[in-house]
């Protein structure tokens, strides 16, 4: 019954460092967003993936690559922090509802 | 691209106050979802629509799924401070590739003076 579980809570990186983010669903739904929350902007759509082997791009996917592991995971992976990448992130999973993880807060310095 | 206009930015309202707030798109949507966001913590979902017309309540909540498929509306009745926080609307699309983006408005923030 855990929902979406997102992996760090909290993280800060040098600039030009890598680090991926996990998120894992048990609700079985075929659909998982990443998304940032940044001041002011809303939840900005990263990247989604439509179902298990598919990726696309969102409105803001410069900077991030993903992985649809299997049906349960979707990483987010910076591979060269940078300072733009600031943001709060969240993952979340879609059937005939969505909901979300508890989200990242990151840090580039 | 999508788009969705959520209005207003904020409110500042008195306890005991009834609540509106709404969303616009430039296309059309198949499912219109309503979210709360508290500080420190992900978006809860409140309210799904899913047909042209719907209208849902939950508690004090309501909202309703416009005609058109290209707008929804929230609406809070008798608020209280608990509903203090960030409202947000979201639709997903009805289009080939599209139709598995789930699209966030900007929020509205909500403040309830005791």
């Known amino acids: 019954n855990a929902g979406v579980t997102q992996t760090p809570k909290f993280q800060v990186l040098k600039t030009g460092q890598s680090m991926t983010l996990q998120c894992a669903q048990d609700m079985n739904h075929n659909s998982m967003y990443w998304y940032r929350q940044d001041p002011g902007m809303g939840l900005r759509l990263i990247y989604y993936s439509a179902s298990e082997g598919t990726t696309d791009k969102g409105e803001v996917p410069n900077g991030y690559n993903v992985s649809r592991l299997n049906k349960r995971e979707f990483s987010l992976r910076l591979e060269s922090a940078a300072p733009s990448q600031t943001s709060v992130y969240f993952c979340a999973s879609l059937g005939s509802r969505a909901f979300f993880g508890q989200g990242t807060r990151l840090t580039v310095v | 691209g999508q788009q969705l206009n959520q209005s207003p930015q904020s409110m500042f309202i008195q306890e005991g106050e009834d609540v509106s707030m709404n969303c616009t798109s430039s296309?059309?949507?198949?499912?219109w979802l309503w979210y709360k966001q508290d500080p420190g913590e992900g978006p809860v979902l409140l309210i799904a629509?899913?047909?042209?017309?719907e209208l849902t309540s939950n508690g004090r909540l309501t909202a309703q799924f416009g005609i058109t498929r290209k707008d929804s509306f929230l609406n809070i009745s008798a608020s209280i401070p608990s509903d203090v926080g960030i409202y947000f609307c979201a639709g997903r699309g009805n289009s080939g590739g599209s139709n598995y983006k789930l699209t966030f408005g900007k929020g509205t923030l909500l403040t309830v003076n005791p």
């Open positions: 296309s059309i949507f198949n499912t």
């Open positions: 629509l899913y047909k042209a017309g």
